[in-house]
């Protein structure tokens, strides 16, 4: 669906630097962030940022394992700011096991990993994110 949803973009000459419908970020930033998210997030995180199913249960290890970050769990609780400071810090100064990318990421390929999740986020809770975190589009 999203392919789709993506070619009939590009079809009706909208530029990939205009902000997607309805969102903080832009088509470019979209792609961008599916790349970076298939070779750092997937492993962890899951396809379409499912995450794991029995994310809110403690492991053997006493950790609980990678939530999903689909709108499902509790990443659209928080503002972008937190977002981008937990994907550059990873989770290990909390007591978690979420490897820190500050040194690999930019600050833009972090952007565009928040903005892949998010796309797949429904647009009410998107719209709830967005009152929660005072973004204006």
């Known amino acids: 669906m999203r392919i789709i949803f ?12 205009r902000p997607v419908q309805g969102r903080w970020y ?3 930033q979209l792609q961008q962030g599916e ?11 899951k396809a379409r940022a499912s995450g794991t199913a029995e994310w809110k ?9 990678p939530p999903p970050l689909d709108g499902s769990a509790h990443a659209w609780h928080h503002p972008l700011s937190t977002l981008s400071r937990s994907i550059k810090n990873g989770g290990i100064p ?24 998010q796309s797949f986020w429904t647009q009410q809770v998107y719209q709830d994110w967005k009152a929660r975190d005072g973004i204006d589009l």
Do not use: R, W
């Not at 790349?35 to 995180?45: A, F, P, Q, S, T």
């Open 94 to 117: 909390l007591g978690g096991v979420m490897p820190a990318f500050a040194d690999k990421l930019s600050e833009q390929e972090v952007l565009a990993v928040i903005a892949y999740f």
């Open 26 to 28: 832009t088509l470019s």
């Open 35 to 45: 790349k970076i998210y298939k070779e750092n997030c997937l492993v962890c995180h």
């Open 57 to 65: 249960k403690t492991l053997a290890d006493g950790h609980y394992p």
């Open 6 to 17: 993506m070619f009939i973009l590009f079809l009706g000459g909208c530029s990939q630097e």
